[in-house]
């Protein structure tokens, strides 16, 4: 009975010290997710000038200003928003016989310090199947970072003719 009473003084001990140790590794896990993101810097962006132009058809982009505040080369990888079925990251170049044409990105990387312009021609990020805009109205798009926090961009509904260079 005796040496019963021990085993299972060891068993819950045992427990105990299971669940203590569960909660270590809970916590280290915790300090070491802060950590890696302290590692990775002071990665953060400013967006300046954000436009969408009232679309012509079903489509549309975003236009802005994308500087990297911080101090690592970081990438938009993504952006959101509820305006429109879709949305693509995009950059319009011409190719060898002249012609315009778009092609999804994966990233746009961004230097400490860059800005990098989302422009009729360039960059943009483009909404697809947009609900019908208002000139005037706010759009907001969230822009997804690889390592900065997401961003909220409250984009401003432009005519073309505001966006024409
Ligand atoms: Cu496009």
Redesign the pocket.
């Known amino acids: 009975m005796q040496k019963l009473n021990i085993g299972n003084a060891n068993l819950e001990m045992l427990g105990k010290s299971v669940a203590v140790l569960a909660a270590l590794v809970l916590l280290m896990a915790a300090v070491s997710a802060c950590g890696s993101s302290d590692e990775s810097g002071e990665t953060t962006f400013s967006v300046t000038n954000a436009v969408v132009p009232v679309a012509a058809g079903a489509?549309t982009?975003l236009y802005f200003e994308l500087t990297n505040t911080g101090s690592k080369t970081d990438s938009l990888i993504e952006a959101r928003t509820d305006v429109a079925k879709e949305v693509?990251i995009?950059q319009?170049s011409q190719d060898s016989s002249g012609m315009m044409k778009?092609q999804e990105q994966d990233e746009v990387k961004v230097d400490p310090g860059e800005t990098v312009d989302f422009e009729p021609g360039g960059y943009?990020i483009?909404l697809l199947e947009a609900d019908e805009l208002t000139e005037g109205d706010t759009v907001e798009v969230e822009l997804l970072f690889k390592n900065s926090p997401a961003l909220t961009v409250e984009a401003t509904v432009v005519t073309y003719a505001d966006v024409a260079h």
């Open positions: 489509n982009a693509e995009h319009s778009m943009h483009m």
